[in-house]
């Protein structure tokens, strides 16, 4: 193996939902294909929904398929097969932090089945590329996009930062409470917070800004509970606080589209 190298990769089909370990994925206009295209909001109002409201929905398990659409499962349900919409029929009015955009609905039987699960009145959409919200450009280039994910297109941990945290925190933590997209072995802790840009294989990413982080990493991404000491937020106030804000992890851009596959080397270029 080469010194850094991928040694993780994950996709979140449905923002807040499971994520799915990859061997390998295509990068397109907005990240990983098929990442957090796809958003549960309130039925009345359009907000988004999440884990930090309902921490149930992380038993919620939604498979992206070729074709776009998405499976849906939770434990003793029967799973539901979801197409994917028109990019132009139904479009419903939904908001995401300070964004607001008008994206396809999923239809009455996606609904129906996730209201009954989440106990609330929901609606599930999905965003296509044409209708992508614009990165903050503070951090970013015009014309840079991003689906559902809270503000970019990608979240890179390194794992040794990971495993510092753990020893720290006292048990070791599972690193999809941080919801990264990919996962760099043989970095120094918190090495990536000084990276500035990187490759991967052939493609290049701008490493955009640290990602701070909420309740969200107290969530026990097995059970759905959270845990009782706040951990491991608790552990990262004390030494990751700047301005207010828990930093772990780092929001990168891809800067071009292609693959990526565990094994794939990792270079600091600035």
């Known amino acids: 193996m080469p010194a850094m190298y991928l040694s993780a990769l ?16 295509r990068l397109d206009a907005l990240g990983l294909q098929g990442d957090r295209r796809w958003m549960l909001v309130e039925a009345a109002t359009g907000r988004f929904l999440t884990q930090r409201l309902l921490p149930q929905m992380s038993q919620l398990s939604a498979l992206w398929n070729a074709a776009g659409g ?11 097969e979801v197409a994917l919409p028109d990019p132009d029929a139904e479009l419903r009015g939904v908001s995401v932090w300070r964004d607001t955009l008008r994206v396809p609905d999923a239809g009455d039987a996606a609904a129906a089945w996730l209201s009954d699960f989440l106990g609330r009145a929901c609606r599930l959409v999905q965003v296509p590329d044409s209708r992508a919200r614009q990165v903050d450009t503070g951090y970013a280039q015009p ?17 040794a930062s990971l495993d510092d945290l753990s020893a720290r925190v006292g048990r070791s933590l599972e690193i999809l409470r941080f919801r990264p997209n990919l996962v760099v072995q043989g970095s120094a802790p918190y090495a990536e917070d000084e990276w500035q840009r ?23 991404p097995q059970s759905g509970e959270r845990s009782t000491d706040r951990e491991p937020l608790t552990t990262l106030e004390t030494y990751r606080e700047r301005d207010g804000e828990v930093y772990f992890g780092q929001n990168l851009i891809n800067r071009g589209t292609g693959s990526l596959a565990l094994g794939m080397e990792v270079e600091v270029l600035a």
Do not use: H, M, N
């Open 70 to 80: 998405l499976t849906l499962s939770a434990p003793g349900r029967t799973s539901l």
């Open 10 to 25: 994950y996709r979140y089909p449905l923002k807040s939902g499971r994520g799915e370990s990859l061997a390998s994925a």
């Open 198 to 220: 990187i490759r991967i294989g052939t493609l290049e990413f701008d490493v955009a800004k640290g990602c701070s982080r909420c309740v969200l990493t107290t969530v026990d």
């Open 143 to 159: 014309g840079d996009k991003v689906g559902f994910a809270d503000g970019f297109p990608l979240l890179l941990i390194g794992q």
